[in-house]
């Protein structure tokens, strides 16, 4: 019996496996469980309560699903084939609480802005906004008129959602992890 994430990754490394199947009563099944979670096959834990403050953890840690304690073998197969075909095997009431969990975590993460589209010309654009150019200088680089450029500059201020060009180069900043970058153009 392997009881600890260095020897499973061992064996795991040996041979090929349709699932795995850990003893959730082990100390460190969550960690092994998690030590598994870059391999291409479904864990299982086994020995389980259906509980939810037992199966959350063992979910987050990238169990695939689980065999409860009282279960039979029957039951374990079943669970171990569903998982393989990337279905759980599992009660109404802990289905509702994964569901309810997941919800509760979407909560917490912010709501991230829609990406911004901009044409390749609008992303060079922006670039020079970025460091500090003028719109002269802007006409002069990408050898278009100063008209051109303002027409530019107001369609990525309005896809920005921002007012004024400081602000489009911080926008771009934080949207797109642009940096500054270090050019003759930028101001000091």
Not at 5 to 11: A, I, S
Not at 102 to 122: D, F, G, M, W
Not at 153 to 174: D, F, M, Q, S
């Amino acid at each position: 019996m392997l009881t600890s994430t260095r020897e499973v990754g061992r064996v795991v490394e040996k041979e090929k496996f349709d699932v795995a199947l850990i003893n959730a009563l082990l100390k460190d099944s969550a960690k092994i469980i998690r030590s598994l979670a870059e391999h291409p096959f479904p864990t299982i834990a086994l020995g389980v309560e259906e509980d939810p403050a037992e199966i959350i953890p063992l979910a987050e840690a990238g169990a695939s699903g689980y065999f409860p304690i009282t279960g039979e073998f029957d039951q374990l197969l079943n669970s171990a084939y569903a998982a393989v075909r990337g279905e759980l095997v599992c009660t109404p009431q802990i289905a509702f609480t994964l569901w309810q969990h997941i919800r509760t975590l979407s909560e917490r993460i912010p709501r991230c802005t829609p990406p911004v589209r901009l044409t390749p010309r609008e992303c060079e654009v922006l670039t020079l906004i970025a460091e500090g150019a003028s719109n002269q200088e802007i006409a002069r680089t990408l050898v278009i008129e100063v008209r051109t450029v303002k027409n530019h500059v107001h369609n990525i201020l309005r896809k920005l959602g921002v007012k004024r060009r400081a602000e489009a180069a911080e926008r771009a900043r934080e949207l797109l992890g642009w940096p500054l970058p270090h050019t003759p153009h930028r101001r000091r």
